[in-house]
């Protein structure tokens, strides 16, 4: 029984939670790797772009709760999810003719895009404040568990008790939809077999008569899409406030560079390595060292680090995987 109890702590505290900020960061990844892969440059302002993404939908997500629209038992931001990816498209293709055409016709380094990178990331973080607030944010309505600590306890007879928020299991089944889209898109579609011939070889994929400003169109439309939907699974498992996303942006990339920058299966599997990583080092074991020693009390949490330095392991992860492995656990540029 104590195994049992320590088994479902582990769900609990690790798994679950783990499973669902994996998911968040794959997507996140994918959209950073997508960018990498055909546009050739790190975009420092997607965590900004998935703060601007969620923003909008949150707005969208008001408006249609005023108008009296739900789905109960799912969030009314699913709904307004497809309003808010369209809306940062629109701001996404307008930035790259504004600021990343220039310097691609120019042929300009990699570095200097990053460096642009960085200016938009500034402006963009900004208008979001200006778009809507500063505050926390919770936007998370329709049900909140799937099965919660008490009906867990009296279905099982167990001590420990196990929650699935309905957050995280929309954000899993979210994920793996917009994994599996993504994968076919790429490998299955003309256009998605386009975007692999020009991150290939982008001079033979021209002289093959592709045309690069739709690819590059087209990576803007689905790095919106990846990057909003991360967000608003983000924000709606946890909250909503723009700083937070500004912060993720070490995961998402970490994760990224973990996996191979340029390769989305492993941007998937990074985000998930950086997550369960994360969650696990911060994690305190006595609980489920009491479970599985009943006759052991440490005195101390048996606790790696706080959590107030979880993105510390991100960047251990980070630096790691460059020092012994630079091109990621499954190499990256591979589309």
């Not at 783990?18 to 968040?24: C, L, N, S, T």
């Not at 167990?158 to 599996?180: D, K, M, P, W, Y």
């Not at 440490?298 to 979880?310: M, N, R, V």
Request: charge should be positive; aromatic fraction near 12%.
């Amino acid at each position: 029984m104590d195994l049992l109890n320590a088994l479902v702590a582990v769900l609990n505290f690790v798994v679950v939670p783990a499973a669902a900020y994996g998911a968040q960061l794959a997507l996140g990844a994918l959209g950073v790797t997508l960018i990498y892969g055909i546009l050739r440059f790190s975009n420092f302002a997607h965590g900004d772009t998935m703060a601007f993404g969620t923003a909008l939908c949150i707005l969208v997500t008001w408006g249609l709760q005023a108008l009296g629209l739900s789905i109960f038992p799912l969030p009314v931001a699913l709904l307004a999810l497809p309003i808010a990816i369209a809306l940062t498209a629109v701001l996404l293709i307008g930035t790259d003719r504004v600021v990343y055409r220039f310097y691609r016709r120019k042929k300009s380094d990699p570095i200097i895009m990053v460096m642009a990178s960085v200016g938009v990331m500034f402006i963009m973080n900004g208008l979001t404040r200006v778009v809507i607030g500063v505050d926390e944010i919770r936007f998370d309505d329709g049900a909140r568990f799937v099965i919660d600590v008490a009906t867990f306890r009296n279905m099982t007879g167990l001590q420990e008790g196990l929650a699935l928020r309905s957050s995280q299991l929309i954000t899993l089944v979210v994920t793996a939809i917009a994994c599996v889209a993504l994968f076919w898109f790429l490998g299955r579609t003309k256009s998605g077999k386009a975007m692999r011939a020009y991150s290939d070889n982008e001079d033979l994929a021209l002289l093959s008569g592709i045309d690069s400003e739709k690819i590059v169109r087209m990576t803007w439309i689905i790095a919106a899409a990846l990057a909003t939907t991360a967000g608003v699974l983000y924000g709606l498992d946890k909250s909503f406030k723009a700083f937070n996303y500004f912060q993720i942006l070490l995961p998402i990339f970490a994760a990224a560079i973990v996996g191979g920058l340029g390769n989305p299966l492993g941007a998937v599997a990074g985000g998930f390595i950086v997550a369960f990583s994360e969650v696990a080092i911060t994690y305190p074991w006595k609980k489920v060292a009491g479970y599985l020693f009943p006759d052991w009390q440490p005195d101390g949490l048996l606790q790696l680090l706080s959590t107030e330095y979880k993105f510390a392991v991100s960047f251990v992860i980070l630096i790691v995987v460059l020092l012994f492995r630079p091109t990621g656990l499954f190499r990256g540029k591979s589309f």
